[in-house]
């Protein structure tokens, strides 16, 4: 469009009073969500019904529904807004404080990335690293600039860079080391649930799989302690209260300093690490400086070794 032509549109509150009615299919939902009355929704609606000479929505008793025309103009009036709305964002972001957000999972946040922020305050001192320690799925346009992820490596819609696969073996404290595996007969195994959606995942690691390989089908697999959460069966092990299946890349630290010792080679191959980010956000500042910064921690060309 030339500079000198007038854009002929209706007004943006009006629109925007549509978009909200239309995605929710409720004059009611619209008005909570855009703190203001029923009424008003409604009216805002055969206000641009008249100035379009359209109708939008049939109405009925208790329900909304979309029109042919409405349902033409909603997802191109949706996707619009999306665009506005984060076009907005990218601007005070710009014109705010340099802010890396970057998330994983809460043990990977806690054991991993927390002890190396350091590090990255040193490599970047006009960035603020913010850490996002969630285990649910984060909207990596709106609420973070990258992900660190732990799975199979299938994120459709993202950019994936493979940085390491997990593998999990049995550690314990020092006094607590079997000298063969029959030992662990008499030792309480620590055990971490995956949770409902991974019980019959054959990738995630548990103790009846490691005591399989490692030929001792006569160890009793069954649950001696077990935990929800990866960071308690983490601190179970090194208060010495058993021997843990755990992932070698929590305890790293621990298995450096001597705190942890693995008193087996076996361990078994699990998911990896990649990082994942929007293609939309891969030439951001904060997404260019995460991805800088986690490749250079955690990046291995082979993508096999716990680094």
């Known amino acids: 469009m030339h500079g000198d032509v007038m854009r002929k549109l209706p007004p943006l509150g009006a629109l925007r009073v549509f978009e909200a009615a ?22 805002q609606i055969r206000q641009l019904e008249e100035m379009l000479e359209v109708k939008l929505f049939e109405r009925e008793t ?19 807004l999306d665009r506005f709305e984060q076009a907005i964002a990218d601007v005070r972001r710009q014109q705010g404080a340099k802010v890396a957000r970057l998330t994983s999972t809460v043990a ?31 909207d990596l346009e709106t609420d973070a600039d990258a992900a ?15 940085l390491f696969a997990d593998r999990f073996a049995p550690v314990c404290t020092p006094r607590l080391a079997p000298a063969s595996v029959a030992d662990l007969k008499r030792a309480t195994l620590i055990h971490f649930d995956w949770g409902p959606s991974r019980r019959n995942d054959h990738r995630a690691p548990v103790w009846r799989q490691w005591l399989e390989q490692a030929g001792a089908s ?12 990866e960071i308690h069966a983490v601190q179970a092990a090194v208060a010495g209260q058993g021997i843990a299946l755990l992932s070698l ?59």
């Open 218 to 229: 006569d160890v009793d697999a069954s649950a001696r302690l077990s935990f929800t959460d």
């Open 22 to 43: 239309a995605r929710r299919l409720s004059f009611k939902h619209a008005a909570e969500e855009l703190n203001v009355s029923a009424t008003a929704v409604s009216h």
């Open 148 to 162: 660190i992820r732990f799975g199979g490596g299938h994120y459709p819609g993202l950019i994936t860079e493979p």
């Open 108 to 138: 990977f946040v806690a054991k991993r990335l927390a002890p190396l922020a350091g590090s990255f305050r040193e490599a970047y001192p006009d960035w603020t690293l913010r850490l996002d320690a969630s285990n649910r799925t984060i």
């Open 62 to 80: 208790r329900q909304v529904h979309l029109t042919a025309a409405g349902k033409a103009l909603f997802p191109v009036l949706r996707d619009g």
């Open 249 to 307: 890349t929590l305890v790293a630290q621990e298995l450096a300093s001597g705190i942890l010792v693995q008193p087996f080679e076996l361990a078994l191959d699990s998911d990896r690490y990649d990082l994942v980010y929007s293609p939309r956000m891969a030439d951001r500042p904060a997404t260019q400086v995460l991805r800088d910064w986690v490749v250079t921690q955690f990046g291995s060309r082979d993508c096999r070794s716990v680094p």
